[in-house]
């Protein structure tokens, strides 16, 4: 079984096992205390549980390092302006900080199956019944968002061919005007098919 | 039972359906028509997601104008593109997000969910993400969260548009086993042979009104 992003990894390890609030949480508490870690020598153990806790997760090399890549050249452009505003210690932690953050985050996605995040989030925004907001339509919204992730991934795919196919592809407005016009219609189509299925009855 | 009298529906400047009358009783009803024909908005009347300028509809009894909520719920409808019509990232979320009005506990819930599932042989993928599913299968899904409902009506609009020939192939022979009277928009001729009536839609009136066979000819006589 994979998860939302299909990077979910099935296991049986402990942090497979902790309910996803408890790691959602948890999350939020270790951000927050990478933040306040003064010193190359905190945060350097700070690393060192980090690396800790996905030996224990038993994902892979792989899988870890694929949750890390997509910010590689973040983490490369802030360490060098870093370098040049600041010093070598300031760019070291502030970096090390963010890729660290960003490495926590993917452990939760590798080892949470998307139910249990979704379920999660719909307990934590039942309070918002008293402020007048309809927690089903709350978690129906992010639901939709998620869903609608790679579907637009898919129409970025097709505008990008279709405009290799016809020779434009440097052009911004070729890609951008039936990206839009294609969003747009698939909110249409989505918005005609919530009506069948009964949503507003 | 559908019964169209004298159905206008004009979208924008577009007279998109010009008069139609029909009843429609038969199990199996397939509607073809050229591009544009108006063929995907008679589909669209039968559930109440389009009205009629003028004229009325009404499904078993029940005129689509005032209650459109109590028909929809009677009536399933299938969208060409299944992409549109899946709304939940996985695929038993989206099967479970159909039956959630039912007042059903969460474990008759997640029993009918697996066994439609399984019926239509999606079993297996009942926690993946629907985008890992192929064109096919997220067809059969997208029919999966219509039929968990048991509706009365099946209404489909191009339901074999986007599928290659094994997947056309399946939806045909599903058809032909579903209980339901099921009402088809196609350009797929094959899928009509053993319909009950073809209807031929031409810039928004009926031409032609027939068993598959004689309908059929007609249309293609008329796209020649």
């Known amino acids: ?201 | 039972m559908i019964r169209l009298e004298d159905v206008h529906v004009r979208l924008g400047q577009r007279e998109v359906l010009r008069g139609v009358t029909a009843s429609l009783t038969e199990r199996r009803v397939g509607v073809v028509g050229a591009n544009g024909s108006g063929k995907s908005t008679l589909a669209r009347l039968v559930n109440g997601l389009v009205l009629p300028t003028s004229g009325t509809v009404t499904v078993s009894g029940l005129d689509t104008r005032r209650h459109a909520a109590r028909i929809r719920r009677g009536v399933g409808f299938l969208f060409t593109d299944p992409d549109a019509q899946i709304v939940m990232p996985t695929v038993a979320e989206d099967v479970a997000f159909s039956l959630r009005r039912k007042g059903l506990r969460r474990e008759e819930v997640e029993r009918r969910v697996r066994e439609v599932l399984e019926r239509y042989g999606l079993g297996e993928h009942a926690d993946h993400p629907a985008h890992h599913l192929s064109g096919g299968q997220k067809q059969l899904l997208a029919l999966c969260s219509v039929l968990v409902l048991e509706p009365e009506i099946l209404v489909m609009d191009e339901p074999t548009t986007l599928l290659d020939l094994r997947h056309s192939r399946q939806v045909a022979a599903l058809l032909r086993t579903l209980p339901q009277q099921v009402v088809v928009v196609t350009h797929d001729l094959p899928l009509l042979e053993d319909f009950d009536r073809v209807l031929v839609i031409d810039e928004g009136r009926i031409v032609a009104d027939a068993e598959p066979a004689a309908a059929i000819a007609h249309y293609r006589k008329m796209m020649a």
């Open chain 1, 1 to 201: 079984m994979s998860g939302l992003t299909g990077a979910y990894v099935p296991g049986d390890s402990l942090l497979h096992r902790l309910p996803a609030g408890v790691k959602l949480a948890g999350l939020a508490v270790s951000c927050t205390a990478l933040l306040l870690l003064r010193g190359p020598a905190a945060l350097a153990g700070a690393a060192a549980v980090v690396v800790l806790l996905y030996a224990v997760s038993g994902v892979g090399l792989a899988a870890a390092w694929a949750q890390v890549r997509p910010v590689r050249w973040f983490a490369v452009a802030l360490f060098g302006v870093q370098l040049v505003f600041a010093d070598l210690p300031t760019a070291a932690s502030s970096t090390l900080r963010v890729v660290l953050a960003v490495a926590l985050a993917g452990l939760v996605t590798l080892t949470t199956r998307t139910g249990a995040v979704m379920a999660a989030l719909e307990r934590c925004l039942a309070p918002a019944r008293f402020a007048g907001l309809d927690p089903f339509r709350l978690s129906l919204l992010l639901s939709l968002t998620l869903r609608s992730v790679p579907v637009i991934a898919d129409l970025v795919t097709r505008v990008r061919e279709a405009q290799r196919a016809r020779g434009v592809e440097r052009s911004p407005r070729a890609f951008a005007v039936p990206l839009v016009v294609g969003a747009l219609r698939h909110a249409d189509a989505l918005g005609e098919a919530l009506a069948a299925r009964g949503l507003d009855d």
